[in-house]
């Protein structure tokens, strides 16, 4: 059974000769997922964004442009509908290998790039696309999911094409990967303000952005920011703690494992492609897990079974009363340090009243922490 649908869209071009006007430095797929029971309600407020800023029209991009104010306002409304935004993004220029600098080639590596990491988080999933724009690419696509996800009893997956004319959703589809590329794409980038303010609109709704290659360091400092706000070597060894904990288990299909990696991977695309200074809540954090997992994990599991393991494993995230964030600066490391001495001294002080009390009532024949086991935390309390 199909629990999930996905209405894919596409950027960009084959092209790999970036002396031709019109050759885009980037592909970028585009999926639009959500629960089957969720589609009446999303074509619904999708078409509601449709009448607001189009008209009778279908939505397109290009009837935006570069108006990003424009742009901005039309995607504040299309993220309101319950759809959640899975994107490949592509940046050409490193493709160095010589078999994919052939076209059909090239589009392998793009089907099995999409697909590992789609079907990895929806494996029961029905996708539906429109035949506009790359054909190849789509087409080729279908064959490569055919191919590769055989119908079973765990596992099903199907494709289907639709006219862009008739689907809102495949429009909305292509408006947010036109978006994605006014923040990657050179032929059609925006300034650095649009592509922020996109991108933070965006992440909340993010699944899963897969960009290739990977890029943990940041290439530059922001200058945006001041050495108090910004460490390029901190920032640089959070980033690449973060890219090897996710290398060495971006396969895993252990569940809790799954939500380590995607957290790690939304707080690493909040530092790159956001604010490298905001804290991420954990109300966010969780919400963005559960719309992998079918349910809101608590607070408690995110606490002990996500975060404590990632930093048991030598992965540097900070904290503070505003959430989590991959560290900037040593006052992020600071923010740490001072949230967990605010939770640790009470308790130290509690355990060492409840020592004393004991020891008062029995004359000091019982002390609590007269075990081996706590010769360290005697030497604290």
Request: include cysteine.
């Amino acid at each position: 059974m199909h629990n999930y649908l996905a209405f894919l869209d596409e950027f960009g071009n084959a092209g790999l000769d970036f002396t031709k006007p019109g050759t885009s430095t980037h592909f970028i797929v585009a999926a639009l997922t959500l629960p089957k029971d969720k589609r009446d309600e999303a074509e619904n407020r999708i078409e509601a964004v449709q009448k607001q800023f189009f008209g009778n029209g279908p939505i397109k991009s290009s009837t935006i442009g570069t108006d990003h104010k424009r742009r901005k306002q039309v995607l504040m409304a299309l993220l309101a509908a319950p759809f959640q935004v899975f994107a490949l993004v592509v940046d050409k220029r490193e493709l160095t290998g010589e078999g994919l600098r052939y076209k059909g080639s090239f589009f392998k590596f793009l089907h099995g790039q999409a697909d590992s990491e789609l079907f990895r988080i929806f494996p029961n999933l029905e996708l539906m696309a429109s035949r506009r724009g790359n054909a190849e690419f789509m087409e080729g696509f279908v064959k490569y999911v055919k191919q590769h996800h055989i119908p079973n009893l765990f596992n099903q997956a199907s494709f289907g094409f639709v006219n862009a004319d008739d689907s809102i959703l495949v429009q909305a589809a292509h408006f947010v990967a036109d978006t994605l590329a006014r923040c990657y794409d050179e032929t059609v980038m925006a300034d650095e303000a649009s592509r922020r303010e996109f991108t933070k609109l965006m992440a909340p709704k993010l699944v899963k952005l897969k960009y290739w290659p990977e890029r943990f360091a940041p290439a530059t400092v922001d200058a945006r920011f001041d050495e108090s706000q910004y460490n390029p070597m901190l920032a640089d060894l959070g980033l690449r703690l973060a890219g090897d904990f996710i290398g060495r288990n971006a396969n895993s299909r252990v569940p809790v494992v799954t939500d380590q990696v995607a957290c790690l991977n939304y707080l690493a695309f909040h530092f790159r492609h956001v604010d490298p200074t905001r804290y991420v809540s954990s109300r966010e954090l969780i919400y963005n897990l559960a719309e992998r997992r079918n349910n809101v994990p608590s607070l408690h599991y995110f606490q002990t079974h996500v975060i404590a393991p990632l930093r048991d494993a030598g992965v540097l995230i900070a904290s503070s009363s505003k959430g989590y964030k991959l560290p900037a600066s040593e006052g992020d490391l600071l923010d740490f340090v001072n949230h967990s001495n605010s939770i640790i001294q009470p308790l130290l002080a509690r355990i060492n009243k409840c020592r004393d009390q004991v020891r008062m009532a029995t004359g000091g024949a019982i002390d609590i922490l007269d075990q081996p086991e706590y010769d360290r935390l005697r030497e604290r309390v």
